[in-house]
């Protein structure tokens, strides 16, 4: 049996990665994001930490409800193994990368589960550069969480904890020193701004950079850092209503969302339409690349629009495996200018190698007041495509490799790609289909000039899904 799924994660689960640890809160130790989970995860890293010499670690969480509960336990048992602490409290992702190097330490941990619903709280950690950890490290906190191999220290020993709560500003200041940024263009543009933070540390630190930038006035919604989400927190179209009524409503000249910790933006034109978040890199793309000409990279599910953009302005772009660590590793190889991901996150690597909302608006609002015109104006200079995203779950027996070899020779007369699952290029559009690592799920992605050929793409690709499982 094959069905769609839409999933809304309501289920009791835990997720354990090379990245870290996800999971809904309560439950039973080893099937959900306990407190022994968290505490096991947690010592791990520190573990990882004190045996490679280090002894510093940055924490910072998004205004999710479970985060206060899990931000105690995290920096409880990382003082219980003598790790010091710098304790930014409630802080955007982004944010938490920049301190980490900024503050010479040796890691981060972020509490946040992004986009996930309110139920799901998680650990995400990094190296000393503020970025994600690397395979290796990942497989090694996974060990020494899985053996406990854990080292607890005497009283004498303990971490020590500081705390940091402007750390938001540091960081709005870090991006008002970048060049590119221009406040007095924005501040002479009189911008009105509706604000959509779905409740958490957006409504926060998105409100403060505004300000910072020149902006005239700014319409807030959900921007009490509750955590309870008055949405589905992913900010896609669907989920956006509000806001568009909010921007037609005050005759906003732009709308701007963005998720729990906020390395995702979208924004909405004066018209209350939705600019796109896949339009979000592309069009901070197109600034940076007339302020410092040359390369940029997005995953391959990300649009085709970046790479025309890229190419007519001389550039040179190149595509990488999904997952913001394999796009982080292709923009060092290549030394990009920006890239980053199609769902609204953005990677400046003059302020650091991470997805960072923040650094996105400040882009987004100096490329619009120095364009002149509307936003609607600004999304019709570029490629219009649409992409068609869904995901087709599986049984836990079906062999999902065998499906997209299959798939594979099927199309095999068009150009492919095999880096990450299958991508295949066809002439006027694409489709890219690949496994999730913690489901038996095939994502297929799918983009076109128009809604109906990139929806009828997915739909050939499914029925051959179905073909293929019926001829196995």
């Not at 354990?16 to 947690?42: E, H, M, N, Q, Y």
């Not at 694409?430 to 496994?435: A, G, I, P």
Request: proline share 3%; aromatic share 6%; with cysteine.
């Amino acid at each position: 049996m094959i069905f769609d799924l839409i999933k809304f994660y309501t289920e009791l689960s835990l997720i354990k990665s090379i990245s870290g640890i996800r999971g809904t809160i309560g439950g039973v130790p080893g099937a959900a994001l306990t407190p022994l989970d968290v505490a096991a995860f947690t010592l791990a890293y520190g573990s990882m930490i004190r045996r490679n010499g280090g002894k510093k670690v940055v924490v910072g969480r998004d205004a999710r409800i479970s985060g206060e509960m899990v931000h105690s336990l995290v920096i409880g048992n990382l003082l219980g193994i003598g790790v010091d602490v710098i304790d930014l409290g409630l802080s955007a992702t982004p944010t938490v990368e920049v301190a980490v190097k900024a503050e010479g330490a040796d890691g981060g941990i972020i509490i946040t589960a992004s986009h996930n619903p309110k139920q799901w709280n998680a650990l995400k950690l990094l190296n000393a550069d503020g970025e994600f950890i690397s395979k290796e490290q990942g497989e090694e906190v996974l060990r020494l969480a899985e053996e406990k191999e854990f080292d607890f220290v005497d009283v004498d020993k303990l971490g020590v904890r500081t705390h940091i709560d402007d750390y938001d500003q540091k960081h709005i200041d870090m991006i008002l020193a970048l060049p590119y940024i221009d406040v007095e263009a924005i501040r002479s543009r009189h911008f009105k701004v509706a604000l959509d933070a779905v409740n958490s540390v957006g409504g926060v630190v998105i409100p403060k950079l505004l300000k910072a930038l020149g902006v005239k006035e700014v319409f807030e919604i959900f921007c009490e850092p509750n955590g309870r989400f008055a949405h589905n927190p992913e900010p896609l179209p669907e989920h956006l209503s509000m806001l568009c009524s909010e921007v037609k409503l005050n005759r906003c000249d732009l709308g701007i969302a963005v998720d729990p910790d906020v390395d995702r933006v979208a924004f909405i034109d004066e018209k209350g339409s939705c600019f796109g978040e896949e339009y979000t890199l592309v069009a901070v793309a197109d600034y940076m690349l007339q302020q410092k000409p040359g390369v940029t990279v997005s995953n391959l599910s990300s649009s085709k629009a970046l790479k025309d953009i890229t190419e007519r302005h001389g550039g040179q772009y190149f595509a990488s495996a999904v997952g913001e660590v394999n796009v982080v590793a292709m923009m060092k190889e290549h030394d990009a200018v920006i890239g980053g991901e199609g769902n609204g996150g953005v990677i400046l690597p003059d302020l650091h190698y991470g997805r960072d909302a923040l650094v996105g608006i400040a882009l987004f609002l100096t490329h619009v007041a120095k364009f002149g015109k509307t936003v609607s104006a600004l999304h019709s200079t570029y490629p219009q495509y649409v992409i068609s995203k869904n995901k087709v779950q599986l049984e836990e027996s079906m062999d999902v490799k065998l499906i997209v070899q299959k798939i594979s020779e099927r199309y095999a007369q068009y150009n492919q790609n095999t880096i990450d699952g299958l991508k295949i290029d066809f002439e006027d559009y694409w489709v890219h289909l690949r496994s999730s690592n913690t489901e038996p799920i095939i994502r297929i992605y799918a983009e076109s000039s128009t809604e109906a050929t990139a929806h009828n793409i997915t739909n050939k690709i499914k029925s051959d899904i179905m073909a293929i499982l019926k001829e196995a």
